[in-house]
């Protein structure tokens, strides 16, 4: 049974830098990918980013591409999100989750996740 823990958020202003981190436990991760999600006050769960364990292809959504950075250390099952230029827009609950056995088509999906973690605020001021 995967486990996930995110740590890492915050309060920040805008413009700063932040990195989650989120560890995982339980089976091998090499058929799986990880991925950032995130969840801003009534609105639904939105994709972030995702990595695929075996090949480290990375995917982004249109909204931090150039800002955020995914990665991923192989010895310590952790996966870091490097967040830089915060915007107030990117205020949220994020979310780090496993997808086994995933496919391009379903890694920017929610539900086609397995497992997630308990999440980690990130609030940015203005």
Request: net charge positive.
């Amino acid at each position: 049974q995967v486990q996930l823990v995110e740590s890492g958020g915050g309060l920040v202003q805008a413009g700063a830098t932040l990195r989650l981190s989120c560890e995982g436990s339980g089976p091998p991760f090499s058929s799986y990918a990880m991925g950032w999600f995130r969840q801003a006050p009534g609105k639904e769960r939105e994709f972030v980013a995702a990595i695929t364990w075996s090949t480290g292809t990375t995917y982004y959504s249109d909204s931090v591409k150039g800002r955020f950075t995914i990665s991923k250390n192989n010895a310590k099952s952790t996966i870091y999100l490097q967040m830089n230029n915060l915007k107030p827009e990117d205020t949220a609950v994020y979310y780090c989750a496993a997808q086994r056995r995933p496919t391009v088509q379903a890694i920017r999906v929610p539900s086609e996740y397995d497992a997630w973690g308990q999440g980690t605020q990130v609030t940015v001021s203005s």
